[in-house]
C-alpha cells in the first residue's frame, strides 16, 4: 500500500504522544478509547495522529486514516500492507474532499494536530466545519477536546514548548469551546445531537477513565468513582503533584467535569440509529446506570468511601481507634494485598474490592507511602511507619517497599525527610566529638600529672619499688616454671 498525497503533508515530520487505546502509566484492564473505536460502524474516517492498535480496534471494513506527517503515513501503510479496505492518506485536514462519504468521523486526539506548517491555522470551529462537511446524513462523529485549563495541565511541571506548538495557544482561541456545555451547544448549532459525552482522566491522549457528567454527579458513586479515579494513572511528562488526590476533591465538590483534562463526545446527524452508550468506561468494565442502580461490569457498584481516603481522613484527624479499626478489618480479611484505592468501604463497614485492581503484596507499605506523601510524617516516625502499620493490624512484619518519587512534591518530600534524618546525624557526630574531646582532654591533663608526680622524690621511690616488684613478680614466675 502506498499513502496518497493530499496536499499539505509535511515530509520529515512524525507526530508523537498520538491518541492510544492503552494508558502509557497505568496497568488497567479498560481500553476506553478502543471501547469507543469499536462503535464506528460503515465508512470511518480517522482524523489526526491515533495509535495503530487504537484504529485496528475499528471493525469498519473500509477504514480511511489522515495523518499530516509523510514518515507517519509511510509506517501506517506498510503496516496494513495487506489488510484490504485501508487507505492512509496524507496531508492537512483542509485538503480532504468536502464530500460527505463517511458514516463515522473519528478523532479522539481533537483537531489541534490536523493543519500543518504548509496550511494557514484555521480557527476550532473551521476545522469541525471540515470534519462535518466530510460526514454523511446519520453519520456519527467521535471528538475529543483538550482542556487548556484541565487537572493534567495544572499540575504539569515547567516543560519546553513542543514542536508542534507552532499555533496560537489553545485558550487564545475565541471559538474553541470551554467548557462541556459549550461544546455541547456548539455541536447542536451545527446540526449534530449530542448523544454521550464524557469527562477523561487522566490526560487527554491516554485516557483510562471517561465518565458523564450523569455519573460523576451522583453522590452514590463518589466512592467507586474516587477508586477509580486513583487507579487510573498518571499523566505523561513532570508532574509538580500528584493529581489523583485533587481529582477526588473535585469529584467531591461537582468540579470534576469543568476540570477534566478532555471531553470526548459522540454526536450524530438526524436520521442516525443510536446504539446503547455506556454512562463510563472504567478499569472494572461499562458502567451503566439501571432502574436497580449503578452496573460496573454486570457487578452492583457498592456505596461508600474509598478506604485510601477514609484511611488518610482518619489519619489527618488523629483519630487513631478508627484508624486502626479500618486498618485491621483490611489486612485480616481477604482483602489484605489490594491496594486501599482498589476498595471501596461501605458505611456499614464491609470491604469491596474491586476486580481490576491488582494484588500487591506491599500494600500495607504503599499505604505507608501515602501517609508521607500527604504530609502526615509528624503523626508518623518516617523510618518505622510500615512497621508501626503492620503492628496496629496485627501483623508481624510488613514486606519493604520504597517508591520511587514520581513528581515534584514527592521529590521534595523525600529530599526533606533525607534532609532532617541527615541533619539529626550531624547532630549526634557533633555531640559524639564533643563528647570524645572532652575525654581526649581528661586523658591528657591525667597523662601530665602523672608525669609531674614522676620527677618527685616520692614518685621516683615509689616508681623504683614497682620496679622491684615487677622483677620479682618474674623472677618468681622463672622459678615456679622450673620447680613444674
Same mark, same amino acid.
Given at each position: 500500500?502506498?499513502? #496518497? ?14 491518541? =492510544? ?5 497505568? /496497568? ?5 478509547? =478502543?471501547?469507543? +473505536? ?53 496531508? %492537512? ?7 460527505? $462519504? ?44 483538550? &482542556? ?19 499555533? /496560537? ?14 461544546? =455541547? ?11 454521550? @459525552?464524557?469527562? +477523561? ?37 513532570? #508532574?509538580?503533584?500528584?493529581?489523583? /488526590? ?5 469529584? *467531591? ?39 436497580? !442502580? ?9 456505596? !461508600?468511601?474509598?478506604?485510601? @481516603? ?29 491496594? +486501599?484505592?482498589?476498595?471501596?468501604? %461501605? ?5 469491596? +474490592? ?14 505507608? %507511602?501515602?501517609?508521607? @506523601? ?16 503492620? $503492628? ?6 510488613? /514486606? ?7 513528581? #515534584? ?6 529530599? @526533606? ?26 586523658? &591528657? =591533663? ?25 622483677? !620479682?613478680?618474674?623472677?618468681? %614466675?622463672?622459678?615456679? *616454671?622450673?620447680? *613444674?
Amino acid at each position: 500500500m502506498t499513502a #496518497l498525497l493530499l496536499g499539505g503533508e509535511m515530509p520529515h515530520w512524525s507526530d508523537y504522544s498520538p491518541a =492510544r487505546g492503552v494508558p502509557l502509566r497505568s /496497568p488497567v484492564r479498560g481500553v476506553p478509547l =478502543r471501547e469507543l +473505536a469499536a462503535s464506528a460502524h460503515g465508512h470511518v474516517l480517522v482524523v489526526g495522529p491515533h495509535d495503530a492498535e487504537l484504529i485496528e480496534a475499528i471493525p469498519a471494513r473500509q477504514v480511511t486514516v489522515l495523518v499530516r506527517g509523510v514518515p507517519d503515513a509511510e509506517e501506517l501503510a506498510a503496516r496494513w500492507a495487506d489488510r484490504p479496505g485501508v487507505q492512509v492518506c496524507c496531508g %492537512s485536514l483542509e485538503k480532504l474532499a468536502a464530500v460527505p $462519504a463517511y458514516d463515522t468521523v473519528v478523532a479522539l486526539d481533537g483537531l489541534d494536530r490536523t493543519g500543518s506548517t504548509e496550511t494557514g491555522d484555521l480557527p476550532w470551529s473551521a476545522g469541525l466545519a471540515q470534519l462535518l462537511a466530510v460526514l454523511r446524513p446519520g453519520g456519527r462523529l467521535l471528538l475529543s477536546v483538550a &482542556n487548556p485549563v484541565g487537572l493534567h495541565a495544572l499540575y504539569a511541571g515547567a516543560t519546553p514548548p513542543e514542536d508542534s506548538a507552532w499555533g /496560537p495557544p489553545a485558550g487564545d482561541d475565541p471559538t474553541r469551546p470551554a467548557g462541556l456545555d459549550a461544546l =455541547r451547544e456548539q455541536l447542536r448549532s451545527a446540526g449534530l445531537e449530542p448523544l454521550r @459525552d464524557y469527562a +477523561a482522566y487522566p490526560s487527554p491522549q491516554s485516557p483510562s477513565v471517561l465518565l458523564s457528567e450523569e455519573a460523576l454527579t451522583d453522590s452514590r458513586l463518589h466512592g467507586f468513582l474516587t477508586s477509580a479515579l486513583r487507579r487510573a494513572g498518571l499523566p505523561a511528562g513532570p #508532574l509538580l503533584a500528584d493529581p489523583r /488526590p485533587l481529582a477526588g476533591g473535585l469529584l *467531591r465538590h461537582g468540579l470534576a467535569v469543568p476540570l477534566a483534562p478532555a471531553w470526548i463526545v459522540v454526536a450524530a446527524r438526524p436520521g442516525h440509529h443510536p446504539s446503547p452508550l455506556p454512562d463510563g468506561l472504567v478499569a472494572d468494565g461499562r458502567l451503566l446506570r439501571t432502574s436497580g !442502580g449503578w452496573l460496573a461490569d454486570g457487578v452492583a457498584v457498592a456505596a !461508600g468511601d474509598c478506604l485510601h @481516603d477514609a484511611l488518610l481522613a482518619a489519619a489527618r484527624s488523629g483519630d487513631r481507634p478508627s484508624f486502626r479499626a479500618l486498618l485491621t478489618t483490611w489486612q485480616s480479611g481477604a482483602h489484605a494485598a489490594v491496594p +486501599a484505592e482498589g476498595i471501596v468501604v %461501605s458505611p456499614g463497614g464491609a470491604l469491596h +474490592a474491586s476486580p481490576a485492581a491488582p494484588t500487591d503484596p506491599a500494600a500495607l507499605s504503599l499505604l505507608a %507511602s501515602a501517609l508521607h @506523601d500527604e504530609g502526615l510524617s509528624h503523626l508518623w516516625p518516617a523510618d518505622d511507619t510500615e512497621r508501626l502499620l503492620a $503492628a496496629m493490624a496485627g501483623r508481624e512484619e510488613a /514486606p519493604a517497599h520504597r517508591a520511587t518519587p514520581q513528581t #515534584l512534591r514527592e521529590l521534595t518530600a523525600a529530599h @526533606d525527610r533525607l534532609a532532617q534524618r541527615l541533619e539529626e546525624a550531624r547532630i549526634q557526630l557533633i555531640w559524639y566529638e564533643q563528647r570524645t574531646a572532652t575525654l581526649q582532654a581528661g586523658l &591528657n =591533663r591525667a597523662h601530665r600529672i602523672i608525669t609531674v608526680l614522676k620527677a618527685t622524690p616520692g614518685g621516683r621511690a615509689a616508681t623504683a619499688v614497682l620496679a622491684g616488684a615487677r622483677r !620479682g613478680k618474674r623472677l618468681a %614466675s622463672a622459678a615456679l *616454671r622450673r620447680l *613444674r
